[in-house]
T-cell receptor, first 114, second 114 residues
Framework: AQSVTQPDIHITVSEGASLELRCNYS??????LFWYVQSPGQGLQLLLK??????LVQGIKGFEAEFKRSQSSFNLRKPSVHWSDAAEYFC????????????FGDGTTLTVKP | DGGITQSPKYLFRKEGQNVTLSCEQN?????MYWYRQDPGQGLRLIYY???????QKGDIAEGYSVSREKKESFPLTVTSAQKNPTAFYLC?????????????FGPGTRLTVT
């Protein structure tokens, strides 16, 4: 069965500092990988996705993520965090054999200090 | 604009009553999903449907029921058998076959049962 681990429950960074959120997955074949963001009381919004090709993917709002098969990781990065980036971030994995059903990590809450 | 709508945004019910949460999408997606989110927790899958007139239980289906009579609609009923129904409920949809499987989320319904 596929699984996703986000090791950091809560991260605090200063505005303007760089950010890296970790995600590790467990799945045999090449997975479909996603990062979503959720503001309080809202639904989730897709930040970026990977399913083939270049292992460094660019997303919205200046985010990027790198797929590393050898480490089973798909970490999310941003070079300079803005106060508006404060939110909860979810990593997810899907498999082609299960027609779109995704497994989500438990999420990482990002706090941005002024 | 294409998207997913959930109604209502807030819902209050007395214990022992069944309540139905609405989810509609105009993205022409085959697959639809219901998740439950509790404070500080990730998403837990309640039910999903990959095609009209078919649906499968997720990880926490007890006390819930769904129907999928139309491609656009996937209502969730929270029955009186659900022991802790107060939560934030999210509906999502995705391509079921041949796509990249990212999910599109509605704004959520916050259900409070007293």
């Amino acid at each position: 069965a596929q699984s996703v681990t986000q090791p950091d429950i809560h991260i605090t960074v200063s505005e303007g500092a760089s950010l890296e959120l970790r995600c590790n997955y467990s799945y045999g074949a090449t997975p479909y990988l996603f990062w979503y963001v959720q503001s309080p009381g809202q639904g989730l919004q897709l930040l970026l996705k990977y399913f083939s090709g270049d292992t460094l993917v660019q997303g919205i709002k200046g985010f990027e993520a790198e797929f590393k098969r050898s480490q089973s990781s798909f970490n999310l990065r941003k070079p300079s965090v803005h106060w508006s980036d404060a939110a909860e971030y979810f990593c997810a994995v899907a498999q082609n054999t299960n027609a779109g059903k995704s497994t989500f990590g438990d999420g990482t809450t990002l706090t941005v200090k002024p | 604009d294409g998207g997913i709508t959930q109604s209502p945004k807030y819902l209050f019910r007395k214990e022992g009553q069944n309540v139905t949460l609405s989810c509609e999408q105009n993205l022409n997606h085959d697959a639809m999903y219901w998740y439950r989110q509790d404070p500080g927790q990730g998403l837990r899958l309640i039910y999903y449907s990959q095609i009209v007139n078919d649906f499968q239980k997720g990880d926490i289906a007890e006390g819930y029921s769904v129907s999928r009579e139309k491609k656009e609609s996937f209502p969730l009923t929270v029955t009186s058998a659900q022991k802790n129904p107060t939560a934030f409920y999210l509906c999502a949809s995705s391509i079921a076959f041949g796509g990249s499987y990212e999910q599109y989320f509605g704004p959520g319904t916050r259900l409070t049962v007293t």
